[in-house]
């Protein structure tokens, strides 16, 4: 199977490429789509999704890539 790359935007949140789908526990919600967009800067209303709060709350942080192999 091929590697899977998770880049995180520089003061932006995590990336990951689609087709994906998230399952959280928690609210049994489902969110699926080309990329999924994950905060990063802990203050979204929507966790793990990203809502847009990094820009409200200025959150810097650099680009990363996180890449795992199956």
């Given at each position: 199977m091929p590697e899977i790359k998770i880049k995180a935007r520089?003061?932006?949140p995590w990336m990951v490429p689609g087709p994906a789908e998230c399952l959280v526990a928690q609210?049994?919600?489902t969110l699926a789509g080309d990329i999924v967009y994950l905060c990063?800067?802990?203050g979204s209303s929507k966790k793990p999704f990203c809502d847009g709060t990094h820009?409200?709350?200025e959150f810097k942080a650099?680009?990363?890539e996180l890449?795992?192999?199956q």
């Open positions: 520089e003061n932006g609210a049994q919600q990063r800067c802990g820009r409200a709350i650099p680009e990363a890449i795992l192999n």
